[in-house]
Nanobody
């Protein structure tokens, strides 16, 4: 089992920045991590992902150039640095983990952290 706990959400004005953290515990095995988000009334969507080694990342087009995913395996923590935030970035952000990079299926999920961007 892997436990994921997100933190760092909050209220920020448009144009501002936030850094989300995802602390992992349990059988981490340096598994691959992803960030997703779900806005009210919308389906959950992919935001960014990073391999276990941190050597490869990918991003949703909507956040490219504004968000950066990174990880510190010594701390079992993954980060999502969010800059130039827009009101449409408002959502609950979830951290997730998967064993296989090529798989679309994430095996473990956190409880989420709310990000609200005011205009």
């Amino acid at each position: 089992q892997v436990q994921l706990v997100e933190s760092g959400g909050g209220l920020v004005q448009a144009g501002g920045s936030l850094r989300l953290s995802c602390a992992a515990s349990g059988r981490t095995f340096s598994n691959h991590k992803g960030w997703f988000r779900q806005a009210p009334g919308k389906e959950r969507e992919f935001v960014a992902a990073i391999t276990g080694s941190g050597g490869n990342t990918n991003y949703a087009d909507s956040v490219k150039g504004r968000f950066t995913i990174s990880r510190d395996n010594a701390k079992n923590t993954v980060y999502l640095q969010m800059n130039s935030l827009k009101p449409e970035d408002t959502a609950v952000y979830y951290c997730a983990a998967k064993l296989y990079w090529s798989s679309d299926k994430y095996d473990y999920w956190g409880q989420g952290t709310q990000v609200t961007v005011s205009s």
